[in-house]
């Protein structure tokens, strides 16, 4: 059994539900604007990529991306001495075409894209939907024998993908590959790319390290015209178009995974070796949080310099308490933080100030640097009772993240329609506490869901 790193499965499963949150309150105005992507603010929500800032909601996907890059040493650790080329490709393109597969059954199914007005009938698909997914990605492990387990899966593949080709649409639209979660997609091309990195560069990380700026001058050098450009606009074999899976610009965010993965590394040898404890753990992990709360805040309001002043005095608070630690992996973990950053406040100004979408330079390195210090906050808080209770449950919710992302759509809101229960749910959008109460609720039915599987053993994977 491979090894658990509470503190990962903790900043993994804060990732999911706060994304489960932040799509289930109250829109339209009643919530302040930090409650909402910065680029989408309210009260039309209309995206404004004009508008620089971050918002708690911001944090969300590129902590979960982290999370996935630190999960790759875990992952293959089993494999120490073993993983050739063959295994680390067939292992890569197996979780891409799995996960995009996801990316599509999953939002093909949703009610609301079944139809302009759905019905019963539409909530029993989403409901008959679940279940497919729980087929082809439940593991089977001591219930059928290997081969009645790859055949299940299999089965429950190609009825998936039939009924999902045969089916009509909202509008009158049949089957698109280009209707697909786009998060999901971009979490498919990481897992092939991080894959084959990862397994190539596992004994050298320079080389690692070294993709990043090769990645970035591809970017900066697609603006002109010649093979980068090309190289950079690839989207088709022939007459097959491959962009619904496949740009060059989801690779971006391998500035968030690439980091994730040193990340995982430090993680396995620091609770491979003595795991020596947080000194002072409680005011290391307050003033972690506090440092990514006065980021927020001083980047949504635009008091750069102010910011950028109050992030050296925590950071510095924060190394003369651990600066003497006997692990060097936690030192390791806060000296990348730290410097991710300040990298990334140093880029503030590049491409009119830190912006999720566009995506900024400034937002990968910020994004990572305070992926690294919530990481630490979680393995300080981990060890102070009652907090440590939390930290578990987010750990659980943590380990099976799939089940977390589609049990809102593709089941919670079914049952909440054919129950009747749904119109209440929607009634609370009246005011911001019940507007937030109603996400809040949403969210906590969620994590049960999750929780009840992951009890059950009931994991989800790719």
Not at 112 to 122: F, G, M, N, T, Y
Not at 200 to 223: E, G
Not at 311 to 322: C, K
Request: charged share 15%; glycine share 8%.
């Amino acid at each position: 059994m491979k090894q658990r790193l509470e503190s990962l499965d903790a900043l993994r499963g804060f990732a999911i539900l706060t994304m489960v949150l932040s799509g289930s309150i109250a829109f339209g105005g009643i919530l302040p604007g930090w409650m909402y992507h910065a680029q989408v603010p309210p009260p039309k929500h209309v995206f404004d990529p004009t508008h620089p800032g971050i918002t708690w909601v911001d944090l969300v996907f590129p902590f979960f991306l982290f999370s996935m890059g630190a999960a790759f040493p875990l992952a293959m650790n089993g494999s120490a001495g073993r993983t050739n080329l063959y295994s680390v490709l067939s292992a890569g393109f197996r979780r891409f075409g799995l996960l995009l597969f996801f990316a599509m059954f999953s939002q093909h199914f949703k009610a609301w894209v079944l139809s302009d007005a759905p019905q019963i009938r539409e909530q029993i698909h989403s409901l008959a939907a679940f279940m497919l997914l729980f087929i082809v990605l439940y593991d089977w492990k001591g219930i059928a024998s290997n081969r009645i387990r790859l055949l299940l899966r299999l089965a429950a593949l190609v009825i998936s993908l039939f009924w999902m080709s045969q089916m009509h649409y909202a509008k009158g639209n049949d089957f698109d590959l280009y209707r697909s979660d786009i998060i999901i997609v971009v979490l498919a091309n990481m897992a092939l790319f991080g894959t084959i990195i990862y397994g190539a560069t596992r004994n050298r990380p320079w080389i690692r390290l070294a993709v990043l700026p090769l990645v970035l001058a591809i970017f900066l050098s697609a603006k002109q015209d010649g093979w980068v450009k090309d190289f950079f606009s690839f989207h088709a074999i022939g007459a097959f178009k491959i962009d619904w899976a496949y740009k060059f610009y989801f690779l971006k965010y391998l500035f968030i995974v690439i980091p994730g993965m040193f990340a995982g590394e430090w993680l396995m040898g620091w609770h491979n070796g003595t795991n020596t404890s947080i000194p002072h753990k409680r005011i290391v992990s307050l003033l972690g949080l506090s440092l990514i709360c006065w980021n927020l805040y001083g980047l949504y309001t635009r008091q750069l310099t102010l910011n950028l002043f109050g992030s050296v005095v925590l950071l510095g608070l924060i190394y003369w308490i651990i600066r003497k630690a006997e692990s060097l992996f936690l030192r390791r973990l806060f000296m990348a933080g730290a410097y991710l950053l300040l990298l990334g406040l140093s880029f503030e100004s590049f491409e009119g100030g830190i912006k999720k979408d566009p995506s900024t330079y400034s937002y990968y390195f910020v994004c990572s640097g305070l992926a690294f210090i919530m990481l630490l906050a979680f393995e300080g808080l981990r060890d102070l009772r009652f907090v440590s209770r939390a930290v578990s449950f987010l750990s659980i919710q943590g380990q099976n993240p799939m089940v977390a992302y589609v049990a809102g759509s593709l089941l919670l809101l079914p049952l909440m329609t054919i129950t009747g229960i749904k119109p209440y749910w929607d009634s609370m959008n009246q005011n911001a506490w019940m507007g937030f109460a109603k996400g809040v609720i949403f969210t906590g039915l969620v994590a049960l869901i999750t929780y009840l599987f992951v009890k059950r053993r009931w994991f989800w994977r790719t």
